[in-house]
Structure formats: C-alpha cells, structure tokens
C-alpha cells in the first residue's frame, strides 16, 4: 500500500464515520436544537464531499459502501 493509498482510506473511514454522527453527540452541550442541527449538517456536509472527491478519484462509489473491508479493498484494488 502507498501513502496516498493509506491517506485516502483514513480520509474515508473518518468521512464514512462522520456522516453517521447525530444528535446524541451534543447531549450534554448546552446548545439549541438549530445549533445542533447546524452543526451535524456541516459536519455531514463535509464528509459527503470527501466521499465524493475519493469516489470521483477511484471511479467507486464510496457512498454506497458501509464495511472497512469494502473501502479497503476498492481503493488498493480498483485502480
């Protein structure tokens, strides 16, 4: 595996990660229900457009895969 290799997958798994945050992240914070969901909408925001651009990169649609394994293996082997 090469560095760029093992930087995208890092990048993936934390956009993939990301993009399933929700409210119970905030529950001791004491913000509003439309700070929260500003909030998890930039964050899932900016997770979606690192899947895009890697997806966009690989030719794989990245949105569409959940497991480790299935990123792992779609970026060192569909290139």
């Not at 229900?33 to 890697?54: M, Y």
Request: glycine share 4%; hydrophobic share 35%.
């Amino acid at each position: 595996m090469r560095k760029q290799e093992a930087k995208d997958i890092a990048l993936l798994l934390i956009a993939k990660s990301g993009e399933n945050f929700d409210i119970f992240a905030f529950d001791d914070c004491e913000l509003s229900k439309d700070d929260e969901d500003k909030i998890i909408k930039q964050i899932q925001s900016e997770c979606q457009k690192t899947i895009q651009k890697l997806s966009k990169k690989y030719n794989v649609n990245f949105g569409t895969l959940g497991e480790t394994k299935e990123i792992v293996e779609n970026v060192l082997f569909e290139l």
